[in-house]
């Protein structure tokens, strides 16, 4: 049973633009969400995060976006980079306990120059 | 310095063959897991171990017997390999088990070819 649902599968934006990816998820448990950003050849790696005691979160061009009544987050990619084409992964998990990453199927973002 | 690393990074052999990866991270973590990534990039927890004990264990063939020697340490025998078993094998480790949301460190990884 897919507990985290990712969309799109694929995208491309032309460089400046913005980049969105959208995540929802079933398990009203969950109560930790990152986003994970994978290169060609190497691990994924933690982006950002957030807990849905709180609708947005930003560091620097990424932002997270929560709505704990839809079960739903996304992962806005604001002025776009071609060093931002990468594999990015939603996730979700339970903080408590068994510490056990639900990741969505994941999106192929390719940003052109 | 790697903080996770893990050898081999690829690994191609014959079903039913039986091989290890090994993986050791040196960030002071008392958590280790191995996930999966199939063909279509889908991660998958396969286990968690806290201090060298066995946490998590997600319905995984047990052909699959991971193993902690000592905390910086979580090795992964597969037994009899199978034509599925092709994947991507991360390695990964997180600071403590009851924990807020600690950050989850990935390997590079490592690219198991089954032919």
């Known amino acids: 049973q897919q507990q985290v649902k990712q969309s799109p599968q694929s995208l491309i934006v032309q460089k400046g633009g913005i980049s969105i990816i959208n995540c929802a998820y079933e398990?009203?448990?969950?109560?930790?969400f990152p986003w994970y950003q994978q290169f060609p050849g190497k691990g994924p790696a933690l982006l950002i995060a957030?807990?849905?005691?709180?609708s947005e979160k930003k560091e620097g061009r990424f932002t997270i976006s929560f709505n704990k009544s839809a079960k739903q987050f996304s992962l806005h990619i604001m002025d776009s980079q071609p060093g931002d084409s990468a594999t990015y992964f939603c996730?979700?998990?339970?903080?408590?306990?068994?510490?056990?990453?639900?990741f969505g199927q994941g999106t192929r973002l390719t940003i052109n120059p | 310095d790697t903080a996770v690393s893990q050898t081999p990074k690829y690994l191609v052999t014959q079903m039913g063959n039986d091989k290890s990866i090994k993986c050791e991270q040196n960030?002071?973590?008392?958590?280790m897991y191995w996930y999966k990534q199939d063909s279509k990039k889908f991660l998958k927890i396969m286990f968690s171990?806290?201090?060298?004990?066995?946490?998590i264990n997600e319905t995984v063939p047990n052909r699959f017997s991971p193993k902690s020697p000592d905390k910086a340490h979580l090795n992964l025998h597969i037994n009899s390999l199978e034509l599925g078993d092709s994947a991507v094998y991360f390695c990964?480790?997180?600071?403590?088990?009851?924990?807020?949301?600690?950050?989850?460190?990935f390997g590079e990884g490592s690219w198991l070819t089954v032919v």
């Open positions: 957030i807990r849905p005691d709180v």
């Open positions: 960030l002071g973590h008392d958590t």
């Open positions: 990964a480790s997180s600071q403590a088990f009851f924990s807020s949301g600690n950050t989850i460190y």
């Open positions: 171990y806290n201090n060298k004990e066995l946490i």
């Open positions: 996730a979700a998990s339970i903080t408590w306990g068994a510490q056990k990453l639900v």
């Open positions: 398990n009203t448990a969950f109560d930790y």
